[in-house]
């Protein structure tokens, strides 16, 4: 139905930046909300950023004014920039798009993100 293509992990310094790119395709009807999550190492997968069609976003309070969450609704990606990153921001990232159409939540692979102190 709907695959997602994650790209942009990998390992940076304390303070440093990381962009990650999501692109959709398959057989997609009408996706509404797309977002990141992350899962660290012995934790829960949690909400990192969302924004819907009509761009509106919500973040979680421990990336607020350090990550940035874009759309392009034209090319079904979503993008994640990541600057000021610290070491509790390593994990595995997952993007994630609800179709409201086939009405499922769809995840990507996942791309790890390692940041060094």
């Known amino acids: 139905q709907v695959q997602l293509v994650e790209s942009g992990g990998g390992l940076v310094q304390a303070g440093g930046s990381l962009r990650l790119s999501c692109a959709a395709s398959?057989?997609?009807?009408?996706?509404?909300?797309m977002g990141w999550y992350r899962q660290a190492p012995g934790k829960q997968r949690e909400l990192v950023a969302r924004?819907?069609?009509?761009?509106?976003?919500n973040y979680a309070s421990s990336v607020k004014g350090r990550f940035t969450i874009s759309r392009d609704n034209t090319r079904n990606t979503v993008t994640l920039q990541m600057n000021s990153l610290k070491p509790e921001d390593t994990a595995v990232y997952y993007c994630?798009?609800?179709?409201?159409?086939?009405?499922?939540?769809?995840w990507g692979q996942g791309t790890q993100v390692t940041v060094s102190s």
């Open positions: 398959g057989t997609i009807v009408s996706i509404r909300t």
């Open positions: 924004i819907t069609t009509g761009s509106s976003t």
């Open positions: 994630n798009a609800n179709d409201v159409g086939w009405g499922q939540n769809y």
